[in-house]
């Protein structure tokens, strides 16, 4: 088992230092995420940057009381598109929910491509995904369309000005449905008007620590925006992150509700910078028994939970920003985010696993991982 598991591991993170982009269907999981590179700005607090926008065809219903025939219909749509020579369309790849098994359309889910609803029910879904997977787009989710592009770091207006250049294109061939007094027509009400989702994933180690959580998240309710978990709304926050994005789609323009988030958001930042100085000024001989005793933990451990993981990573990364950590690079948490993941892990494994293999495997790949790194 191991010594099949090393080198698996080594030949993917190979891949992933690398950065190599390669056919999609082909090599689904094998390569990064350009979001999960790190080489964003504002990379010790900002994971990723991504922006959503909801449209839908005019005259066919929205997805959940749309027949088969007009479902089938939005999807073939979806494949010319992908065959549209457009700068903005030509490099997306289509490719049916339903041709895809249960733990490939797991692993889309897991590297934030596509919704954990998407990968269920699969009949008349699809996504159209760019090669290095900046563009996603969820074909007959609760949505006809919904077109996402994810960056990383901070970068909410590069991921918007993405976003809307590959809606522009899609526009051209399609019919959406739109109101002159209400906006894009949405399945849900929340998402009327301009349907712009923008959210910022954050990594807030240090106001997790220090139990100011609670506050954050009612200050940011306050002003307009909402905090979820790691896979969005319903979802936990896992490993001390977090997605701030906005509540309010109508009555302002796609701009202002971007700049409103990044605002905001950069407050946050601050905070957790600020408090990050405080633990380190108030009680460094603790934190760094915290993020050495994490890193011992994953660099030996032979049983490992997703949970127990994250939890780890995050105290580790930590330990990375404040420069208690030498010779780990920060994407560190990025990559291990994704890749212990269970889609990901059996993936690499080549079958599927029960829960208490997954842990084994997730221990054994975190530690070649770890040492790969510091003898690098």
């Not at 839908?56 to 020579?85: C, M, T, W, Y």
């Not at 700068?87 to 929910?97: C, K, Q, S």
């Not at 990573?313 to 993941?341: A, C, F, M, N, Y």
Request: proline fraction near 5%; glycine fraction near 6%; aromatic fraction near 4%.
């Amino acid at each position: 088992m191991a010594a099949g598991l090393i080198r698996r591991t080594h030949d993917l993170s190979a891949m992933w230092r690398r950065g190599d982009t390669v056919s999609l269907r082909a090599n689904l999981g094998k390569t990064p995420s350009k979001w999960m590179l790190g080489t964003g700005p504002e990379p010790d607090v900002a994971i990723a940057s991504r922006v959503r926008l909801a449209r839908n065809v005019a005259g066919i219903p929205f997805p959940a009381v749309a027949s088969d025939e007009q479902a089938a219909k939005v999807l073939r749509l979806a494949r010319d598109a992908a065959a549209d020579p457009s700068p903005e369309l030509a490099d997306l790849e289509f490719i049916a929910m339903a041709d895809l098994s249960p733990l490939e359309r797991r692993l889309l889910v897991e590297r934030h491509l596509i919704s954990p609803q998407h990968a269920q029910n699969p009949a008349h879904k699809g996504v159209l995904i760019r090669a290095d997977e900046a563009v996603s787009v969820m074909v007959n989710e609760e949505d006809h369309f919904r077109i996402q592009a994810l960056f990383p770091g901070m970068q909410p207006e590069a991921a918007y000005r993405l976003c809307h250049q590959v809606d522009m294109a899609l526009e051209q061939r399609i019919d959406y449905a739109f109101s002159e007094t209400r906006g894009y027509l949405t399945a849900c009400p929340t998402n009327v008007g301009t349907g712009l989702r923008a959210s910022i994933m954050v990594h807030l180690p240090a106001l997790a620590m220090g139990e100011q959580i609670q506050q954050v998240i009612a200050a940011v309710g306050k002003l307009g925006l909402v905090v979820r978990g790691l896979y969005g709304e319903g979802t936990e926050a896992v490993g001390n992150i977090f997605q701030l994005s906005n509540q309010v789609t109508l009555g302002r323009a796609e701009e202002e509700i971007v700049a409103h988030l990044e605002s905001v958001t950069r407050q946050v930042m601050d905070k957790e910078r600020k408090a990050r100085e405080l633990i380190v000024s108030r009680d460094r001989m603790r934190l760094e028994d915290r993020v050495y005793r994490a890193y011992g933990i994953l660099a030996h451990a032979r049983v490992m939970t997703s949970h127990e993981a994250m939890q780890l990573l995050s105290d580790v990364r930590l330990g990375i920003d404040l420069g208690l950590i030498k010779g780990l690079e920060p994407k560190i948490l990025q990559e291990l985010l994704v890749t212990i993941r269970p889609a990901h892990l059996q993936m690499l494994i080549g079958r599927e696993l029960q829960a208490p293999e997954r842990d084994v495997y997730r221990a054994a790949l975190i530690r070649q991982r770890l040492q790969g790194a510091r003898s690098a």
